[in-house]
């Protein structure tokens, strides 16, 4: 393994997608700058990507809160440390019809799926432009693309992800940074028990759920590769395929159907 002496900054590393991914830039020879909330957790991966070789710097921060955010940045900046790479993973959602959903759970998803990651993003941006390189990806998902009953802030913050990150990577294209997005679909990890959702019906078949390493290997390489977007697993491409030929209100009832309560309530 070649030591890359660059650092890769990861919200939301300690656990699924985004601990998958601190684990690839670790064996590819990155140094790791890895953001959760949790000391211990933050602990404990650390120690166990230090075991590839790599630097780690461990910064726990609640990225829910806008000044956390900055504060972040602000204490990379008086070590001297420039990521060269930024993975807006950490993301969360709620489940339930939105009209008995709790508005202060949905204000903090809001805060933390959408401003907290143009924060970091404009950070990272304004560190990286002078030095004419550096590349971000971003967790959309395949929630993007549809509508989301029963998941209608979670669905809406994505889409906002998306498009914005295809809005600033054409504005930076002649930058020498790139940005990727990448669409997951359902993938095991512990979401869906953050979002109270283990009742719906998306979850009935538990064996048709993503392996996060293959979600992280498949970000990795379209990020790698300076790609724009990459919908990860067959399965959901056909899905991506079917929702951008559908009408949205068919979409939104699609998404339903799959979305609901496995019984009724």
């Known amino acids: 393994m ?4 660059q650092y890769a900054l990861i919200t939301g590393a300690t656990s699924g997608i985004g601990y998958e991914l601190a684990k690839l830039f670790a064996k590819n020879g990155y140094d790791l700058v890895i953001v ?3 000391h211990e957790e933050l602990k404990m991966k650390a120690d166990e990507f230090k075991n590839y ?3 780690v710097i461990s910064i726990s921060k609640n990225l829910f809160l806008e000044e956390e955010v900055y504060s972040l940045y602000s204490e990379l900046k008086m070590n001297g440390i420039s990521p060269e790479i930024l993975v ?3 993301g969360q959602g709620v489940y339930g019809k939105f009209q008995d959903t709790d508005i202060h759970r949905e204000v903090d998803i809001v805060q933390l799926n959408i401003i907290s990651v143009i924060i970091l993003t404009k950070l990272f941006l304004k560190d990286r432009l002078p030095k004419g390189s550096g590349k971000i990806l971003n967790l959309a998902s395949v929630a993007s693309k549809a509508p989301g009953p029963w998941h ?3 669905h809406g913050t994505k889409a906002f992800v998306l498009s914005w990150s295809e809005a600033i990577r054409e504005e930076l294209k002649d930058s020498g940074i790139t940005v990727t997005a990448l669409l997951p679909g359902p993938t095991d990890t512990d979401f ?3 979002a109270d959702m283990n009742r719906s019906k998306i979850l009935e078949d538990r064996d048709n759920l993503a392996s996060p390493e293959e979600v992280a290997a498949d970000g990795y390489h379209a990020l790698m590769n300076g790609d724009d977007k990459i919908v990860s697993g067959l399965k959901n491409k056909l899905s991506v395929a079917m929702a951008n ?3 949205d209100s068919m979409a939104a009832h699609r998404m339903a159907e799959m979305q609901k309560p496995s019984a009724e309530e």
Not at 2 to 5: A, D, M, Q, V
């Open 2 to 5: 070649e030591r890359k002496n």
């Open 36 to 38: 959760a909330r949790n």
């Open 53 to 55: 070789g790599i630097n």
């Open 88 to 90: 807006n993973d950490a």
């Open 152 to 154: 209608s802030v979670y």
């Open 192 to 194: 869906f028990n953050k």
């Open 245 to 247: 030929i559908a009408s």
